[in-house]
């Protein structure tokens, strides 16, 4: 299990997240700077204890109404080979573990197979912020194909949760900044 250090990031996350979303063809946001908010989100394990991994929600409330985004995330020891130029957020120095690459997680296979086992029931979301601690909140529901298959992320999150479909989608929560609670479709088997 992964443990989650009660230390300091130089820069933080919410400021490389700040500088990245606005160049993101997602972004919805206007000219303005996003303020950002750190609004929810769960961890997964990296078998191998190298990468951290982290679905974080973020919502900028400097739009006329605040959007919910959805970040993964990955912490790695040192760059990612092969990783294209616009998939690192930056670096940071971590109090605790020193320099970390972070990288959206969408273009770090480490995340994308741990997702992949999420949606197949083989890996259990953890706590955002709490060690060692699952997180019953998140949940898979439809089922997963056994081998090899695309996943959709949602990254402008919708508070309503979808009808129901028979392909293996992940549901999970956020709290909008007058804090009202929400829920949605965080990523699905692409069909």
Known sequence: MATVHRTTMSPGKLELITDWLPQQKWY???????????????????????????????????????????VPLSYRGAALE???????????????????????????????????????????????????TPDPSVTVRGTGPDGGFDVRINRVLTSAEAEERPEAHLVAGWTWPDGTAARGVFAAVAS
């Open 28 to 70: 919805a946001g206007g000219p303005a700077t996003p303020d950002l908010t750190n609004a929810g989100g769960f961890r997964l394990d990296d078998p191998e204890g190298e990468v951290g991994i982290e679905f974080m929600v973020v919502v900028d409330g400097a739009a006329e109404e605040p959007v919910a985004y959805l």
């Open 82 to 132: 092969g990783a294209p130029d616009e998939a690192l957020l930056g670096t940071s120095e971590h109090g605790v573990l020193g320099t970390r690459w972070i990288y959206d997680g969408t273009h770090d296979p480490v995340v994308q197979a741990q997702l992949g086992a999420l949606l197949r029931g083989q890996a259990e979301p953890q706590h955002q912020r709490e060690s060692d």
